[in-house]
């Protein structure tokens, strides 16, 4: 059985910093192209950043560039996302997500396979 389970998420405020991470069990993790995704209230889900397998490879959503970074330990089943310079428009649930068929990282949401519950990030102004 395929579990994600985000954790990481909380109250921080504006310009602040916050570290997601993401365990997975019940797959080749190695093999699984990892992403993370995030849903406001009211609003669709929406691509945040990406990672392959190797980890070497990895793409952003234009406004999380420069200021998120994903991470992957292949060695412990982990994927995790560094947010820096935080803003109250990042307020959403995020969410973790696996696809199994491509080595590079994949933007698209319906691509993905597996999904995690999601952990609430919370930036005040």
């Known amino acids: 059985q395929v579990q994600l389970v985000e954790s990481g998420g909380g109250l921080v405020q504006a310009g602040g910093s916050l570290r997601l991470s993401c365990a997975a069990s019940?797959?080749?993790?190695?093999?699984?192209?990892m992403g993370w995704f995030r849903q406001a209230p009211g609003k669709e889900r929406e691509f945040v950043a990406a990672?392959?397998?190797?980890?070497?490879?990895?793409a952003y959503a234009d406004s999380m560039q420069g200021r998120f970074t994903i991470s992957r330990d292949n060695a412990k089943n982990t994927v995790s996302l560094q947010m820096n310079s935080l803003k109250p428009e990042d307020t959403a649930v995020y969410y973790c997500?696996?696809?199994?068929?491509?080595?590079?990282?994949?933007?698209?949401?319906?691509?993905?396979?597996?999904w995690g519950q999601g952990t609430q990030v919370t930036v005040s102004s």
């Open positions: 019940g797959l080749t993790f190695s093999r699984m192209s």
């Open positions: 990672i392959g397998w190797s980890g070497t490879n990895t």
């Open positions: 997500a696996a696809e199994r068929e491509r080595r590079y990282p994949v933007a698209a949401l319906r691509e993905y396979d597996y």
